[in-house]
């Protein structure tokens, strides 16, 4: 029942697509300066009936409506309420409708909050965003619909994977569908604005709240899925360079880049073809993304959606969008000359650029060089954290400066000098960096320069928190905090990264293992039972000698029964100033258990300063146009 | 014709990076057991289905010129389809020895199921949770493998041996 509702609602959406596209290609002959009437309900009868089909599917997931193949094999009546509605998106196929649920909203949106501008521009871009959406879902009918049925109705289903079944994770692919696939609109603008000749100052007021929104989303999306690293899958770290991880920085730095270039070309009318580059790569990089991931060439913890017979279909429509893209920049777009003055905000956010494309390219050729090796010579390599660090590193230190004194120039021209202001904040991140290398430990020169720029840019920034709160008009809140963010993220990594303590071993119930300024006291072991899983809980005593300080801790290894999949949930104690983390696995065939203790410092500094970034974002959305 | 030169370098770049992506899809990774060709086996060590106490290892293969290994089950259609394949042979008689690995199965039904057929092997090993098989890199019955006495395996049939494949082991065993 359920599934004939579903399959009906994607060929209806499907044929609305069609209408749309036609009804729009058949008005932009027609010399009026607004846009139909009929395409404006065309594309709300084609949300309306995506929304209704996700809910259709999200009814399935609730009820437990087996018949669904869907369903029967990502859920089970005895998970938890909320794991049944999330387990709609964890999955590849009802990830894949939440996919076209966003762009097909995103499309509505853009048509209707962008009445001021021009009429050529917004039907080329409906069109150009219909393909897109018509596109998914000939992928969704053809290969992944998660509406197809099964006979006999199972009794039962198979589950949804447990290290799925976690609130930061149920929100995460949410979050950054909204941020990846919102990169559509203005992949759609941008072919858009090439085919109308809609070009610079205009074109970036129309798409400037969209690319904020997505930057938001992305964001958000990531830290949360790096605070779901840190506490599920019971490393002990937060980022892990793994493919799937590098697959959504990529489209990041593209966005972050194009956000601050589009500055550029809304004040002064500049790199139009450049932003139009950007618009191109960061959708392109999304596709790119999920192409890596969901064909399976990848492998990392993502892989539950993993099959070479979707990888065809993505890349084949990849291949069509890279090249009609690329086709019709080279036949539209016209030379720009610029001309920017070396003391300009211009050439800072121009700067800014370089560092987000050399960050990306770096990221890009660490992800892919081992598929290119293995397809041309057959040799396996992996490209792991070290890679990164080399190349990466380094050049945060003179992002990191840019960031702070770039934001102080005006356009066009600075006469402002410049120098005197900064010595004061560089003097000051120099004599707290030496005050943490004398009283605290010995730290190699870069991660030095790292802690200085790092601190520059902190003190920089707060120097102008100082000045917004005594100036009368306010500007530039949401990049303040932002910015601040960056740096006390790099600050904080650094700090953990220099002073983390870490100590794997094999205990059994009622040793004692005593390291540093610790003694761990494995107590006792106890099991629990829960709705959908049973629990091996460990009960540590610890105790530091330094204060005194007795804290328990309770690592779980969880058995769920369906499927059958083992967990390690870490035991985290966060304080202001250090985490403590203890995670337990069993050894097999022994009454051992592997211990991994870990002192993890400024581990809650990381989130909130991470936040912050996404924060500055989020106030930006919720200004209104002037005030910026 | 500058720009047109740099407008080449990039489409080609760009269709390079697609055919990279589509040759990584087509390489199929993870049941990829035709590498196994060429290899030794090791390890090799099961209990006969009918008696417990009797065992056969390496050593034992070592002493045949050939040994065709095949995996098969009773409630494997395919394998019934084989079956007169490899009783002929087994008619064959010296030059080459098959061993039956019971894959997934129930001892009773197996052991009715070579009632039934006849019973062309000179062993038949139980592997009846199928975790043994997993080492020969089985992911789907009747699949057999050719070794010769230093224990390499010659060649891998997936799927029931008809008469091509038949045809083939003959020529081999030679």
């Given at each position: 029942?359920?599934?004939?509702?579903?399959i009906?609602?994607?060929?209806?959406?499907?044929?609305?697509?069609?209408?749309?596209?036609?009804?729009?290609?058949?008005?932009?002959?027609?010399?009026?300066?607004?846009?139909?009437?009929?395409?404006?309900?065309?594309?709300?009868?084609?949300?309306?009936?995506?929304?209704?089909?996700?809910?259709?599917?999200?009814?399935?997931?609730?009820?437990?409506?087996?018949?669904?193949?869907?369903?029967?094999?990502?859920?089970?009546?005895?998970?938890?309420?909320?794991?049944?509605?999330?387990?709609?998106?964890?999955?590849?196929?009802?990830?894949?409708?939440?996919?076209?649920?966003i762009?097909?909203?995103?499309?509505?949106?853009?048509?209707?909050?962008?009445?001021?501008?021009?009429?050529?521009?917004?039907?080329?871009?409906?069109?150009?965003?219909?393909?897109?959406?018509?596109?998914?879902?000939?992928?969704?009918?053809?290969?992944?619909?998660?509406?197809?049925?099964?006979?006999?109705?199972?009794?039962?289903?198979?589950?949804?994977?447990?290290?799925?079944?976690?609130?930061?994770?149920?929100?995460?692919?949410?979050?950054?569908?909204?941020?990846?696939?919102?990169?559509?609109?203005?992949?759609?603008?941008?072919?858009?604005?090439?085919?109308?000749?809609?070009?610079?100052?205009?074109?970036?007021?129309?798409?400037?709240?969209?690319?904020?929104?997505?930057?938001?989303?992305?964001?958000?999306?990531?830290?949360?899925?790096?605070f779901?690293?840190?506490?599920?899958?019971?490393?002990?770290?937060?980022?892990?360079?793994?493919?799937?991880?590098?697959?959504?920085l990529?489209p990041?730095?593209?966005?972050?880049?194009?956000?601050?270039?589009?500055?550029?070309?809304?004040?002064?009318?500049?790199?139009?073809?450049?932003?139009?580059?950007?618009?191109?790569?960061?959708?392109?990089?999304?596709?790119?993304?999920?192409?890596?991931?969901?064909?399976?060439?990848?492998?990392?913890?993502?892989?539950?959606?993993?099959?070479?017979?979707?990888?065809?279909?993505?890349?084949?429509?990849?291949?069509?969008?890279?090249l009609?893209?690329?086709?019709?920049?080279?036949?539209?777009?016209?030379?720009?000359?610029?001309?920017?003055?070396?003391k300009?905000?211009?050439?800072?956010?121009?700067?800014?650029?370089?560092?987000?494309i050399?960050?990306?390219?770096?990221?890009?050729i660490g992800?892919?060089?081992?598929?290119?090796l293995?397809?041309?010579?057959?040799?396996?390599?992996?490209?792991?954290?070290?890679?990164?660090?080399?190349?990466?590193?380094?050049?945060?230190?003179?992002?990191?400066?840019?960031?702070?004194?770039?934001?102080?120039?005006?356009?066009?021209?600075?006469?402002?000098?410049?120098l005197?202001?900064?010595l004061?904040?560089?003097?000051?991140?120099?004599?707290?960096n030496?005050?943490?290398?004398?009283?605290?430990?010995?730290y190699?020169l870069l991660s030095?320069?790292?802690?200085?720029?790092?601190?520059?840019?902190?003190?920089?920034?707060l120097?102008?928190?100082?000045?917004f709160?005594?100036?009368?008009?306010k500007?530039?809140?949401p990049?303040?905090?932002s910015?601040?963010?960056?740096?006390?993220?790099?600050?904080?990594?650094?700090?953990?990264?220099?002073?983390?303590?870490?100590?794997?071993?094999?205990?059994?119930?009622?040793?004692?293992?005593?390291?540093?300024?610790?003694?761990?006291?494995?107590?006792?072991i106890?099991?629990?039972?829960?709705k959908?899983?049973k629990?091996?809980?460990?009960?540590?005593?610890?105790?530091?000698?330094?204060?005194?300080?007795?804290?328990?801790?309770?690592?779980?290894?969880?058995?769920?029964?369906?499927?059958?999949?083992?967990?390690?949930e870490?035991?985290?104690?966060?304080?202001?100033?250090s985490?403590?983390?203890?995670?337990?696995?069993?050894?097999?065939?022994?009454?051992?258990?592997?211990?991994?203790?870990?002192?993890?410092?400024?581990?809650?500094?990381?989130?909130?300063s991470a936040?912050?970034?996404?924060?500055?974002?989020?106030?930006q959305?919720?200004?209104?146009?002037?005030?910026? | 014709?500058?720009?047109?030169?740099?407008?080449?370098?990039?489409?080609?770049?760009?269709?390079?990076?697609?055919?990279?992506?589509?040759?990584?899809?087509k390489?199929?990774?993870n049941?990829?057991?035709?590498?196994?060709?060429?290899?030794?086996?090791?390890?090799?060590?099961?209990?006969?289905?009918?008696?417990?106490?009797?065992?056969?290892?390496?050593?034992?293969l070592?002493k045949?010129?050939?040994?065709?290994?095949?995996?098969?089950?009773?409630?494997?259609?395919?394998c019934?389809?084989?079956h007169?394949?490899?009783?002929?042979?087994?008619?064959?008689?010296?030059?080459?020895?098959?061993?039956?690995?019971?894959?997934?199965?129930?001892?009773?039904?197996?052991?009715?199921?070579?009632?039934?057929l006849?019973?062309?092997?000179?062993?038949?090993?139980?592997?009846?949770?199928?975790?043994?098989?997993?080492?020969?890199?089985?992911?789907?019955?009747?699949?057999?493998?050719?070794?010769?006495?230093?224990?390499?395996?010659?060649?891998?049939?997936?799927?029931?041996?008809?008469?091509?494949?038949?045809?083939?082991?003959?020529?081999?065993?030679?």
């Open positions: 029942m359920l599934s004939n509702i579903g009906s609602l994607v060929v209806l959406i499907s044929i609305l697509s069609l209408m749309i596209i036609y009804t729009a290609s058949f008005d932009l002959k027609i010399s009026r300066p607004v846009i139909k009437k009929s395409i404006y309900k065309l594309s709300l009868f084609q949300t309306t009936f995506t929304v209704l089909c996700f809910f259709t599917l999200i009814i399935g997931f609730i009820n437990s409506d087996f018949s669904i193949i869907n369903v029967y094999e990502n859920s089970h009546t005895s998970k938890p309420f909320f794991y049944k509605i999330a387990g709609t998106w964890g999955n590849h196929e009802g990830s894949l409708l939440l996919w076209i649920n762009l097909v909203i995103f499309s509505y949106l853009f048509l209707v909050f962008n009445h001021t501008h021009d009429k050529k521009f917004r039907l080329y871009t409906l069109i150009c965003q219909n393909i897109l959406i018509l596109g998914f879902l000939f992928f969704l009918l053809l290969n992944s619909n998660p509406f197809n049925s099964i006979h006999p109705i199972p009794i039962e289903g198979l589950g949804l994977n447990p290290i799925l079944q976690d609130p930061a994770l149920a929100i995460h692919p949410p979050l950054l569908y909204v941020g990846f696939v919102g990169c559509s609109i203005y992949f759609s603008a941008a072919i858009a604005s090439l085919l109308s000749s809609y070009s610079g100052k205009l074109f970036a007021q129309s798409i400037k709240i969209w690319v904020k929104i997505s930057w938001c989303f992305q964001t958000l999306g990531i830290i949360v899925g790096s779901w690293a840190y506490y599920e899958l019971g490393w002990g770290g937060f980022w892990f360079w793994d493919p799937v991880e590098n697959a959504s990529l990041w730095f593209a966005i972050t880049a194009l956000m601050h270039s589009l500055i550029v070309l809304e004040k002064r009318n500049a790199l139009y073809p450049w932003v139009i580059i950007l618009c191109l790569l960061t959708f392109i990089l999304s596709v790119t993304g999920t192409f890596l991931v969901r064909s399976g060439i990848l492998n990392s913890v993502h892989t539950f959606a993993s099959d070479p017979a979707r990888g065809v279909y993505i890349l084949l429509f990849l291949s069509f969008m890279i009609s893209a690329l086709t019709i920049f080279f036949l539209k777009h016209k030379k720009e000359t610029y001309n920017f003055n070396l300009s905000k211009e050439t800072f956010i121009l700067a800014n650029n370089w560092f987000m050399f960050f990306l390219v770096t990221v890009l992800m892919l060089y081992p598929i290119f293995d397809v041309l010579t057959n040799v396996k390599i992996s490209v792991g954290p070290p890679f990164f660090n080399i190349v990466i590193i380094p050049l945060v230190v003179p992002l990191m400066f840019l960031m702070a004194i770039g934001p102080k120039f005006s356009w066009i021209k600075s006469q402002k000098k410049i005197y202001k900064i004061f904040p560089i003097l000051g991140a120099v004599v707290i030496l005050f943490i290398y004398y009283f605290f430990g010995k190699s030095n320069l790292i802690f200085i720029s790092a601190l520059f840019l902190v003190l920089y920034t120097l102008d928190i100082k000045k709160i005594n100036e009368k008009i500007t530039g809140l990049r303040i905090i910015h601040l963010g960056f740096g006390l993220l790099v600050f904080f990594i650094g700090i953990n990264y220099q002073f983390s303590f870490e100590e794997d071993f094999n205990l059994k119930v009622g040793e004692i293992k005593k390291m540093n300024k610790y003694e761990i006291n494995f107590e006792a106890k099991i629990k039972e829960s959908n899983y629990a091996v809980i460990g009960n540590f005593k610890l105790t530091n000698f330094k204060n005194d300080l007795v804290q328990y801790l309770n690592p779980e290894i969880r058995v769920y029964s369906n499927p059958e999949t083992l967990t390690y870490a035991a985290i104690k966060t304080k202001i100033t985490d403590l983390y203890l995670t337990m696995s069993n050894v097999s065939r022994s009454d051992y258990y592997n211990i991994k203790f870990q002192n993890k410092p400024f581990m809650i500094w990381i989130w909130i936040l912050m970034i996404a924060l500055g974002g989020f106030v959305l919720t200004l209104k146009k002037n005030e910026n | 014709m500058k720009i047109n030169i740099l407008k080449i370098i990039i489409f080609s770049f760009v269709i390079f990076f697609l055919c990279v992506f589509w040759v990584g899809l390489k199929t990774k049941y990829d057991t035709k590498t196994l060709i060429g290899s030794r086996i090791s390890n090799f060590q099961l209990t006969e289905i009918n008696n417990v106490d009797q065992y056969i290892s390496e050593e034992d070592k045949n010129k050939f040994t065709l290994i095949n995996f098969f089950a009773s409630w494997c259609a395919p019934r389809a084989e007169k394949y490899l009783l002929n042979l087994s008619s064959k008689g010296k030059k080459i020895k098959i061993i039956g690995i019971n894959f997934k199965d129930k001892k009773n039904n197996a052991i009715n199921f070579l009632k039934e006849g019973n062309p092997y000179n062993f038949v090993g139980m592997d009846l949770k199928g975790k043994f098989s997993i080492l020969f890199g089985i992911y789907g019955i009747p699949e057999s493998i050719l070794i010769d006495n230093n224990l390499i395996i010659i060649k891998k049939f997936v799927g029931p041996i008809d008469q091509t494949h038949y045809n083939e082991i003959l020529k081999l065993i030679q």
